[in-house]
């Protein structure tokens, strides 16, 4: 069973989104990863970051955006609901 799943992502869509060369985008992918900012790798043959995400990190993500959701609802709702 895998812990990791993995996903990835054209080095050419994000230097077009950036307005930047591919060739700088991949220099800044670098670094993210060996800072440990960014889990992944660098497919340069097909031109591909390579990002991986543990299970237990996707699970913890969705959590947390449950509960900002969860937040968001109680703070819309604010002073509708009387104190019990």
Same mark, same amino acid.
């Given at each position: ?14 230097? /077009?989104?950036?307005?930047?060369? %591919? #060739?700088?985008?991949?220099? &800044?992918? $670098? ?5 440990? /900012?960014?889990?992944?790798?660098? %497919? #340069?043959?097909?031109?591909? &970051?390579? $990002? ?33």
């Amino acid at each position: 069973v895998s812990t990791q799943s993995t996903w990835g992502i054209r080095i050419s869509f994000i230097s /077009k989104e950036l307005n930047t060369k %591919d #060739q700088e985008v991949e220099e &800044l992918l $670098v670094g993210l990863i060996l800072d440990g /900012k960014l889990s992944g790798h660098i %497919d #340069q043959v097909n031109g591909l &970051l390579v $990002v991986e995400t543990s299970k237990q990190q996707t699970r913890y993500d969705s959590l947390m955006k449950w509960a900002n959701q969860i937040g968001t609802i109680h703070s819309g709702l604010g002073g509708r609901i009387p104190s019990s």
